[in-house]
């Protein structure tokens, strides 16, 4: 009676059974570790942004709202739009040409620069499980051919192509392709539930980089409508010297009147 099993299988394969093993065994830690790994990060992200920001328009200033923001945002998912707001808004040099441009437009620029690094930082990662999730079943496939030609050419170099000794060899080639379901379907799975997780969490730093666009920018919108209303009073044009005579003669006839 032959020998069957997993273990009979590697210890019979040659070095590229192995290595397509070892591939598979490396993608299922890599995935299960950084599936943990960011499903905790992910998660406490989740659950501390909304008391996080709440703190945060809870301050008196922004400079305290950062300081309340940085302490709760333990996951710096938030906290970085806000110091980048607070930075922004704030000219230190007078002189250099980032003074020049307006404050609205700093602060957008600034904000968007610190909403796309936090957004590499929540995406980084799926593209591992991605790629373990669509390559595993192609590798252990790649295993479960090889194996089965190794297995053929042996059964016919032996001359007993008997049922029973086809069906053992052939049974523990197809053991590469569950391997390689076994690695892809919880990379699938943890890709899906972290994409919609990650998804949510740029939804909500999209609405906090608004509201802080719009808070950071308020008083300078009124100063401006302010401006171009005392602008377009003492702009008005002087009445002309025959408007002004005209005036001047109808007021005696009021008068008389």
Known sequence: MQNTGIVHYLQAGDALTH?????LLAMSIASWCFLLVKGWMLGRAKRQGPRAIALFWQSATLSEGVLA????????????????????????????????????ERVMRALREALLASQR????GQVLLASVGSTAPFVGLLG????IYHALGSIAASGQAMIENVAGPVGEAL????????VAIPAVLAYNVLGRMQ????????GF??????????????????ALGGAAVRGAPEPSGAVRAAQAEDAPRATRA
């Open 69 to 104: 923001l940085r302490g709760a945002d333990r996951e710096r998912v938030f906290a970085p739009l806000a110091q980048a707001a607070l930075a922004a808004s704030e000219v230190h040099a007078p002189s250099a040409m980032l003074a020049r441009v307006e404050r609205s």
């Open 209 to 226: 980089a608004h509201d802080l666009h719009a808070y950071v920018c308020a008083p300078e919108v009124a100063e401006r409508s302010a």
């Open 19 to 23: 290595g397509v093993a070892y591939l």
């Open 121 to 124: 930082r929540l995406e980084f």
């Open 175 to 182: 053991i590469m392709t569950a391997f390689g379901l076994v």
């Open 199 to 206: 998804r949510q969490l740029s939804e909500e730093l999209d």
């Open 144 to 147: 479960t051919v090889w194996g």
